[in-house]
C-alpha cells in the first residue's frame, strides 16, 4: 500500500508548485509540454479512436451484433468455424455472429461502463477528499479528528487489492451491468479521496493562502473557494490513468461472469470469456476483444502519464 499512496500523494504536490522561471501558470506550460510529447499524441489518438468507434459503432456496423446469419456454416462440435472473409471482415464466432459487428458495438458497452464507473469514483472521492482537506485547511480539533478518521477509512480501502474488493462487491450486489459500474466506481473512491486531500494540504501552504489569512477572508471562503478548486489538477490526471483501470477491471469482472446477465449483448469482458472455450479451434476470438482492451487501456495510460510529467516541475527545461 506504501507504493500506491506514496504516487499518490507525489501527484498531489505537483499542484503547488508554480513555473517562476517564465511566468507561465502550470496548465499552460503542462498544454506545451503535451503538444511536443509523441507519447501523448499517441494515447490521445487511440483515444480518440475509441471514442469514435463507440460513438458511431452501432449505426456503421455492417450487420446485427446479435443475429445468427449464417448457422449453417459454424460447427463448434466440430471445430468448424468461418475466418475473415469478404462479407465477414473478422470472420464468424461460436454462435455464427458477424465478430466484427460485435466489436464495433461492445465498445460502447465499454466505455459507457469505464465512464461511469471513474465519474462515480470522482464524485464520490472528491466529495470525500475534499471534506477531508477543508477540515485541516480549517484547522481546529474537529477538523483534525474529522481528517483522522476518514483518512483510515481510505487507508484500510487501499491496503485492499483493487480488484478483489471490486468482485467482492459485485457478488454481493448480484449480476448485472449496473453492479459492474459500482463495484469499479467503489474501488477508485479512495484513490480520489486521498490525491485531493493531498493537492488541498500541498495548495494551503501557497501565498496566495497567507496573502488571504492576511486580509482577513475566512477560512470556510479560503478553502471551499481557493484551494479546492485550484487543487483540481492531479484529479483530472488521475481520472485519465483511472479511465484505463475501470475498462480493465470492468472487462475482468465480466469475464468472471459478473456482468451484463444478457449474454447475447456484445461487450469485450464477455467476448473474451466467451471464446475461452474454443481458443484451441478459433484463438482469434479472444485475440480480438482482448486486443481492443489493451489497445484502449494503453491510450489513457500513455497519456494519463504523460500528463502526469507535464505537471512535474523537476521534468520542465
Not at 499518490?8 to 496548465?27: F, K, V, Y
Not at 488571504?212 to 489538477?233: E, T
Amino acid at each position: 500500500m506504501s507504493t500506491k499512496t506514496d504516487k499518490i500523494d507525489r501527484l498531489a504536490e505537483l499542484t503547488a508548485a508554480t513555473d517562476t522561471s517564465t511566468g507561465a501558470s502550470l496548465w499552460v506550460e503542462a498544454w506545451r509540454r503535451l503538444k511536443n510529447n509523441k507519447m501523448a499524441v499517441i494515447g490521445a489518438c487511440i483515444i480518440g479512436v475509441f471514442v469514435v468507434v463507440a460513438i458511431v459503432g452501432p449505426w456503421v456496423a455492417p450487420y446485427s451484433p446479435t443475429a445468427q446469419l449464417w448457422r449453417g456454416e459454424v460447427f463448434t462440435n466440430q471445430n468448424i468455424f468461418v475466418g475473415p472473409r469478404a462479407e465477414n471482415w473478422l470472420g464468424l464466432d461460436h454462435l455464427a455472429r458477424d465478430e466484427f459487428s460485435r466489436l464495433l458495438v461492445g465498445a460502447r458497452q465499454t466505455l459507457m461502463v469505464g465512464i461511469v464507473a471513474t465519474l462515480l469514483g470522482f464524485t464520490v472521492g472528491a466529495l470525500i477528499g475534499g471534506t477531508s482537506g477543508a477540515a485541516l485547511v480549517l484547522g481546529g480539533r474537529i477538523g483534525r479528528r474529522i481528517d483522522t478518521v476518514v483518512m483510515r477509512v481510505i487507508d484500510i480501502m487501499l491496503a485492499l487489492p483493487s480488484l478483489l474488493l471490486a468482485v467482492s462487491i459485485a457478488a454481493v450486489l448480484g449480476q448485472s451491468l449496473t453492479t459492474v459500474m459500482i463495484a469499479v466506481g467503489v474501488v477508485q473512491i479512495p484513490v480520489f479521496a486521498r490525491l485531493l486531500r493531498g493537492a488541498m494540504l500541498a495548495q494551503g501552504g501557497s501565498d496566495y493562502v497567507l496573502a488571504a489569512q492576511a486580509l482577513g477572508v475566512r477560512k470556510r471562503r479560503i478553502a471551499l473557494g481557493h484551494v479546492l478548486p485550484n487543487s483540481l489538477s492531479p484529479v483530472i490526471v488521475q481520472a485519465t490513468l483511472s479511465l484505463a483501470t475501470a475498462i480493465i477491471e470492468a472487462a475482468a469482472l465480466s469475464f468472471l461472469g459478473l456482468g451484463n446477465p444478457d449474454s447475447a449483448e456484445p461487450e469485450w469482458g464477455v467476448m473474451l470469456a466467451q471464446a475461452q472455450d474454443y481458443f484451441d479451434s478459433a484463438p482469434m476470438l479472444a485475440i480480438y476483444p482482448a486486443l481492443g482492451i489493451i489497445v484502449t487501456a494503453l491510450g489513457f495510460t500513455l497519456l494519463g502519464e504523460a500528463m502526469r510529467e507535464a505537471l512535474d516541475p523537476k521534468l520542465r527545461s
